[in-house]
């Protein structure tokens, strides 16, 4: 009786791993699949840790900010994260960026390359509360951060959830710099209170709000205050 040869099984070829960041973490899955949105110029070697990815501002709004500064302004970008603001006003503009993470000061730096904008960005590490006395600029830009992808889930966003301290000490540390000021805050927030910033000023400094959409979703509201509101289109 003739034994029968057992089927020898073809090797199994190893699976592709796949490494883009949707695969590597979901929390940042769907800000992944808006990679272009973020940055146009992604594909040439943009670099985002984790918190970048959601906290970056959409490059259409970016320039949308930095369209409403006059040529070569001195701007401050406060908390500039990965460099998706600094990146856009230095295509006009002098931009001294502030980072208290020096990992995250590395990947801005390496987007500026990028962009070929890092001649006209100064970048800090440094804690930005620490800094502001000692500094002086045409335009204050504030994008702090919002608390990570949960914002979205309150009804009313509040000056009091922003980070890393309530949002009205952050205004008035801006306010040590100039007058000027762009905020870049959640499509939810609470447009009383950013109004009372402006009121509780001394004197009470002119203000102006929009809805910015990318793609016609309202992604977040920003204020504009002092010269900044002036040169907003009456129609926006």
Sequence with gaps: ?????????????????????????????????????????????????????????????????????????????????????????????????IEIDAKRVELAVNNANIYGVEDYIDFVIGDFFQLAPRLKGDIAFLAPPWGGPSYSKVLNFTLDMLKPKHGYSIFQAAQSITPNIIMFLPRNMDLNEVEELSWLSSPPLNLKMEENQVKTRTKGITAYFGDTASALPEDS
Aim: aromatic share 8%; hydrophobic share 35%; with cysteine.
């Design 1 to 97: 009786m003739k034994r029968r040869r057992k089927k020898r099984s073809k090797p199994q070829k190893p699976r592709k791993t796949l490494t883009s960041p949707a695969i590597v973490s979901p929390r940042i899955a769907k800000y992944y699949l808006q990679r272009h949105t973020l940055f146009s110029k992604y594909d040439a070697g943009v670099q985002l840790d984790e918190e970048g990815w959601f906290s970056v501002t959409p490059e259409p709004i970016a320039a949308r900010h930095a369209s409403l500064a006059a040529d070569n302004s001195l701007v401050i970008d406060c908390f500039s994260g990965v460099g998706g603001n600094a990146i856009q006003f230095a295509s006009r503009c002098h931009v001294i960026a």
